[in-house]
């Protein structure tokens, strides 16, 4: 799914306006349609938001506490390279990905899912601030396995120039707060990994 369809931004969104829009639509539909169509229409119409509205309330129930992506990310910050690298793998593979280590400078693994590659850099993510150097390293790991997206965690500022070299180049950059929301759903950090 497109990362800014529709369905992905309601996806992200509270789970009750899809269920708003849902009821919008159908009651645009009863009022529009002949009475023998009405409840085709409404049904028609309104199920797709019922569902991604179901599916965005199950991930907002199963979605961690604050308190709990505090904790993760007062973890992450003890954790050194090594165990980092094992509850992120952890992280994606739970996420249906398949991970491996990246043997060569400028990441650390290498996800794949539905014939689709992304390097993912923890290298440097406690850094205050991050220039381009890390990134232009991505990159080219990115470039020598034939154009993956990559992915670059930080958990400081970026420079101006990082932040345009990454756009320029699409490589994403995920904050570390965001590493911690993926880790704690994960469970990658309670089990000790």
């Not at 509270?14 to 023998?36: E, K, T, Y």
């Not at 409840?39 to 907002?60: E, H, K, N, T, Y």
């Not at 709990?68 to 973890?75: D, G, I, N």
């Not at 995920?174 to 994960?186: D, G, I, M, Y």
Request: proline share 4%; glycine share 10%.
């Amino acid at each position: 799914m497109a990362e800014n369809s529709l369905f992905a931004i309601l996806l992200r969104s509270p789970w009750w306006v899809s269920l708003a829009i849902a009821a919008v639509l159908a009651l645009i539909a009863r009022l529009l349609l002949p009475a023998d169509y009405a409840v085709v229409g409404m049904l028609g119409i309104g199920l797709p938001f019922v569902l991604i509205g179901a599916l965005a309330a199950r991930r907002q129930l199963r979605a961690p506490s604050r308190r709990q992506l505090e904790a993760a990310l007062a973890q992450m910050r003890t954790l050194g390279g090594e165990p980092l690298v094992a509850a992120a793998a952890h992280a994606w593979q739970a996420d249906g990905w398949q991970v491996a280590r990246h043997a060569g400078a400028g990441a650390d693994l290498v996800l794949e899912r539905a014939g689709r590659c992304r390097l993912l850099s923890l290298r440097r993510w406690k850094a205050a601030s991050t220039g381009v150097e890390p990134l232009r390293e991505l990159q080219a790991a990115c470039a020598r396995r034939d154009g993956a997206d990559g992915i670059y965690v930080h958990g400081g500022e970026l420079s101006d120039k990082a932040r345009d070299f990454a756009r320029t180049h699409g490589l994403t950059l995920l904050p570390a707060a965001e590493l911690a929301h993926k880790l704690a759903a994960s469970g990658a950090l309670r089990s000790g990994r």
